[in-house]
C-alpha cells in the first residue's frame, strides 16, 4: 500500500469489472447503452468511481510519519478551509465542504501538507461526516501524539439536497477535540480563529 498511490493509474481488470456493473444498471433503468452518448460512459463512470474511492488504498499514517520532524515549538497550528470531497456511503451521493484542523505539537510538528493529504485519504472513501471526522482526528492523535488535536468538518450533502427532504442551503457540522482541545479556552480560541478573517 502506497501512501500517495494516485489511482489515475487504473487496475484495468478491476475497471472492466467496474464498468461492466456500470453498463448493467445503465440498461436497467431503460437506457440504451449503445446509445452514442452513452458508449464510453461505463468506462468513464468506473474510473471516476475508482478515482473517488481511493483513499482505500492510501495509508495516512505512512503519509504523516514520512514528514515528521523534531521541533520544540509547542503553540497552535491551524490548517483551516481544507477543501473535502467524499461520497456517502448511504446513497453513494457526494457530500462536499471544507475540514479545519489544529494540532499543539509534543516534540514533532508535520509538514503541512500532510494534514491535507490525511483528510484526502479518508475523505475518498464510502463515508459518513460523523465518522469522516473521528478517523482524521484519531489519525493525527495516535501518530503524532500531540498535546491536543481538533478538527471541525462542514459539509453540504447532495442526499439531502437533490432528492430527500430536498433542503438546498442545509450545512452539517461534525467536531472532534482530544487533548488540550478538551479545554474550553483552547477551544474556544481554535473556534475563534477558524471563523476569522485574517487576511
Not at 112 to 137: G, M, N
Not at 141 to 157: C, D, F, M, Q, R
Not at 180 to 192: C, D, P, S, Y
Amino acid at each position: 500500500m502506497s501512501p500517495y498511490r494516485n489511482l489515475e493509474e487504473y487496475n484495468l481488470e478491476i475497471t472492466d469489472e467496474v464498468k461492466s456493473r456500470y453498463s448493467s444498471i445503465i440498461d436497467e433503468i431503460g437506457e440504451d447503452v449503445a446509445r452514442e452518448g452513452l458508449v464510453k460512459t461505463p468506462e468513464r463512470a468506473a474510473k471516476a468511481m475508482l478515482f473517488l474511492t481511493q483513499g482505500y488504498k492510501q495509508d495516512a499514517v505512512e503519509i504523516l510519519k514520512g514528514a515528521m520532524f523534531k521541533e520544540d515549538y509547542d503553540d497552535m497550528v491551524i490548517i483551516k478551509d481544507i477543501e473535502l470531497y467524499s461520497l456517502c456511503e448511504h446513497h453513494m451521493l457526494p457530500f462536499f465542504g471544507k475540514a479545519h484542523i489544529a494540532y499543539i505539537p509534543n516534540g514533532h510538528i508535520v509538514g503541512l501538507s500532510k494534514i491535507p493529504r490525511v483528510v484526502d485519504v479518508f475523505a475518498r472513501r464510502l463515508q459518513v461526516q460523523e465518522r469522516l471526522t473521528h478517523d482524521i482526528l484519531e489519525c493525527i492523535n495516535n501518530t503524532l501524539k500531540p498535546k491536543g488535536v481538533a478538527v471541525v468538518i462542514e459539509a453540504s450533502h447532495m442526499c439531502m439536497m437533490m432528492r430527500g427532504v430536498q433542503k438546498q442551503n442545509s450545512v452539517t457540522t461534525t467536531s472532534g477535540f482530544r487533548g488540550q482541545f478538551e479545554k474550553i479556552e483552547t477551544r474556544n480560541e481554535f473556534l475563534k480563529l477558524i471563523s476569522a478573517k485574517l487576511s
